[in-house]
Nanobody, 120 residues
């Protein structure tokens, strides 16, 4: 199972970016999909999560500015980020809990990370 994230980059404060993460490999289904981030010198932080049923939860710092969504047919999760602030600067990682095809267990997998830099 592999997760491939994309969409990071450099943007000015107040701008927008959209991150994408595609899951591929031998799995039966995907349960939750999520985005985490890690700023320099900081711990890993959960940004947003979307359940298999489509319900969302957000970190308080991004609520109202970020939107997580998923395309079930394409096994893809998106993070639409608006009104970006310099404090949003971090490496963003996607995460997915999948039901593996070969043993039917649920395991969490991580993407490689994509850097988002917001300039002031």
């Amino acid at each position: 199972v592999q997760l491939q994230a994309s969409g990071g980059g450099l943007v000015q404060a107040g701008g927008s970016l959209r991150l994408s993460c595609v899951a591929s490999g031998n799995f039966f289904s995907i349960d939750t999909m999520a985005w985490y981030r890690q700023a320099p010198g900081e711990q890993l932080e959960l940004v947003a999560v979307v359940s298999r049923g489509g319900s969302n939860n957000y970190a308080g710092s991004v609520k109202g500015r970020f939107t997580i969504s998923r395309d079930y047919a394409e096994n893809t999760v998106y993070l639409e980020m608006n009104s970006l602030k310099p404090e949003d600067t971090a490496v963003y990682y996607c995460n997915a809990v999948v039901n593996r095809l070969w043993d039917r267990t649920f395991r969490a997998y991580w993407g490689q990370g994509t850097l988002v830099t917001v300039s002031s």
